[in-house]
């Protein structure tokens, strides 16, 4: 457009004065554009935490005497099966023959 309506001495002149505008429009219009993506690469501070907290339950001890794990092991001899609760009957054990 700038060239059909220029006069015909000065139709380089006044392309070339054009372009030049039309350029330095563009610097300013397109100066904070860019085709690299931002990449922000500071972590977030770490903050070290040394307090350690265990929660657990410690069982009472127990009186002596009233351990009875191992007492098999120790040549002790066995516990005795309790008595049948009163209207239950048990059955006798198989005897083989």
């Known amino acids: 457009m700038i060239?059909?309506?220029?006069p015909a001495g000065g139709r380089a002149a006044a392309t070339g004065?054009?372009?030049?505008m039309w350029a330095?429009?563009?610097i300013f219009a397109l100066r904070g554009?860019?085709?690299?993506p931002i990449v922000h690469n500071h972590p977030p501070p770490y903050r070290f935490n040394p307090a350690l907290h265990l929660?657990?339950?410690i069982p009472a001890p127990?009186?002596?005497g009233d351990d009875?794990?191992?007492?098999?092991?120790a040549g002790a001899p066995?516990?005795?099966?309790?008595?049948p609760r009163p209207g239950h009957t048990v059955p006798a054990p198989a005897t083989s023959g």
């Open 24 to 26: 330095l429009a563009s």
């Open 17 to 20: 004065l054009a372009a030049l």
């Open 68 to 73: 009875l794990i191992g007492t098999h092991l």
């Open 55 to 57: 929660h657990a339950t």
């Open 33 to 36: 554009l860019t085709l690299r």
């Open 3 to 6: 060239w059909s309506a220029a």
């Open 62 to 64: 127990t009186p002596a």
């Open 78 to 83: 066995e516990q005795q099966p309790a008595a």
